[in-house]
């Protein structure tokens, strides 16, 4: 079965700090991509960052990074240099296919917490 | 910011009754989606369009329906509410059905199932 697992209801982090929100995912195809969206009080879904399951490299958007280790199925999202504004929910999603289109599994969430 | 809007972005209703959310964007994507969300669960795919009058159904599809007889138009049709899907509605487009496309998310509407 097509799973995204996102282990950390909640999380602190202090401000300038490093955070690693943690994803794991199954999934028996070998074509798939996973992407992280935050979601701030306000409600509204900000896609953050993409990796493609061929992707060589990790993705990487400003102070976004996506650990992509496939052998471990996760795909765990680092925000560098963490600040109050990065405080929201973060969710994790897998695009599978079936149908007429790709599809996106979402996880249950992460809440982070950015301290001063 | 993607041009995507939902009306109304708050209702409250009474069970039984029947209820119309509209999704409407101005990116001419072919992709529309509708997802719920709900605590504990993240976010569901309810059905997607793939093309005007083109649908099919997500995950959690029952209870729900769909039209779509224009582009930029996505409605979702609770045709006799349950206070089960007292939720959190979303839309989103994305260009193509495949690749890196991300969907882009509109700005939720809440619904309150009495």
């Known amino acids: 079965a097509q799973k995204i697992t996102q282990t950390q209801p909640g999380m602190f982090v202090q401000e300038k700090e490093a955070v690693t929100l943690d994803c794991t995912y199954d999934?028996?195809?070998?074509?798939?991509?996973l992407f992280w969206y935050k979601q701030p009080s306000s409600g509204e879904m900000i896609f953050l960052i993409y990796?493609?399951?061929?992707?060589?490299q990790n993705a990487t958007e400003g102070r976004y990074s996506l650990n992509f280790q496939k052998a471990r199925k996760s795909a765990n999202l680092v925000i560098s240099a963490s600040q109050l504004g990065d405080s929201a929910m973060y969710f994790c999603?897998?695009?599978?296919?079936?149908?007429?289109?790709?599809?996106?599994?979402f996880g249950t969430g992460t809440l982070l917490a950015v301290q001063p | 910011d993607a041009g995507i809007t939902q009306s109304p972005r708050h209702k409250v209703t009474e069970t039984g009754t029947p209820v119309t959310l509209r999704c409407h964007q101005t990116?001419?994507?072919?992709?529309m989606y509708w997802y719920r969300q709900d605590p504990g669960h993240g976010l569901r795919l309810i059905h997607y369009?793939?093309?005007?009058?083109?649908?099919d159904k997500g995950e959690v599809s029952d209870g729900y329906s769909v039209s779509r007889s224009k582009t930029e138009d996505f409605l979702l049709t609770l045709e006799s509410a349950t206070s089960s899907q007292t939720s959190v509605y979303f839309c989103?487009?994305?260009?193509?059905?495949?690749?890196?496309?991300?969907?882009?998310f509109g700005p939720g509407t809440r619904l309150t199932v009495l």
């Open positions: 990116e001419n994507h072919r992709y």
């Open positions: 369009s793939y093309g005007v009058k083109d649908t």
């Open positions: 989103a487009i994305s260009e193509s059905g495949g690749g890196d496309n991300e969907q882009f």
């Open positions: 999603a897998m695009r599978v296919y079936g149908g007429a289109t790709n599809k996106l599994i």
């Open positions: 999934t028996s195809d070998p074509s798939y991509g």
């Open positions: 990796q493609g399951s061929y992707d060589q």
